[in-house]
């Protein structure tokens, strides 16, 4: 089983994902701002995500279950930037179209189990000035993303019924368990992309 933890910065995602998977972890680790254009840009992120992807592959064949500190298909942080009005479409739909090569080829899923919470901006600015391990780069930007973030993954859920948890949940893994969709569903891609790419329009038109 492969399982993604999710959540604005400062939402405790890692907190959690290291106290009950530390052993088959899979950890956030953001790559340098990719140069060159969009497109470019877009393949270096896929590629990432991909290798990431393989390191959960790897983790599940030994310890049967493999737990990512974020999603290695992180579409959603561009599609959220694009919402907020603080990244373009045009970055959006370079990423779409690499990710999707990428799950055409196998190198990148859908995760088996989503684990997503996303606490009130005011709870995260409190975490964040609770935790002084960590400098939390851009937390201003990023505390604005967790309402894109909760309709990202309510996409998901519609489109793969049961696959989001709407919480950490507090006895760990042991609750959990694994789907039995494919996780290289192009179908459910494309039809998750196309309702990200409706959605943004409606909250646009809605607050030109």
Same mark, same amino acid.
């Given at each position: ?27 956030? !680790? ?29 983790? =599940? ?6 737990? #990512?500190?974020? %999603? ?40 088996? #189990? ?16 609770? @935790? ?23 996409? !998901? %859920? ?8 709407? =919480? ?18 192009? @179908? ?21």
């Amino acid at each position: 089983m492969i399982v993604v933890v999710e959540g604005p910065s400062a939402s405790g995602k890692t907190t959690w994902s290291e106290a009950h998977g530390a052993d088959h972890l899979v950890p956030e !680790i953001r790559p340098t701002d990719p140069p060159g254009d969009e497109a470019t840009a877009a393949r270096l992120w896929a590629a990432f995500g991909a290798d990431r992807w393989r390191q959960a592959l790897e983790l =599940e064949l030994t310890h049967g279950i493999a737990v #990512c500190d974020s %999603d290695p298909l992180k579409l959603h942080y561009a599609w959220s930037l694009w919402r907020i009005g603080a990244g373009t479409e045009a970055d959006f739909r370079h990423q779409a179209a690499a990710y999707r090569e990428t799950m055409v080829s196998a190198r990148i899923g859908f995760a088996d #189990c989503y684990v997503v919470e996303v606490p009130a901006p005011s709870e995260l600015a409190s975490r964040r000035a609770a @935790d002084t391990t960590r400098k939390r780069r851009n937390f201003a930007l990023h505390s604005r993303l967790g309402a894109p973030l909760r309709e990202w993954y309510a996409l !998901i %859920d519609r489109l793969r019924p049961g696959s989001v948890r709407w =919480e950490f949940p507090p006895d760990g893994l042991a609750s959990l368990a694994a789907g039995t969709r494919s996780r290289y569903d192009t @179908d459910a891609f494309d039809a998750l992309v196309r309702a990200a790419n409706l959605a943004a329009s409606a909250a646009f038109a809605a607050n030109p």
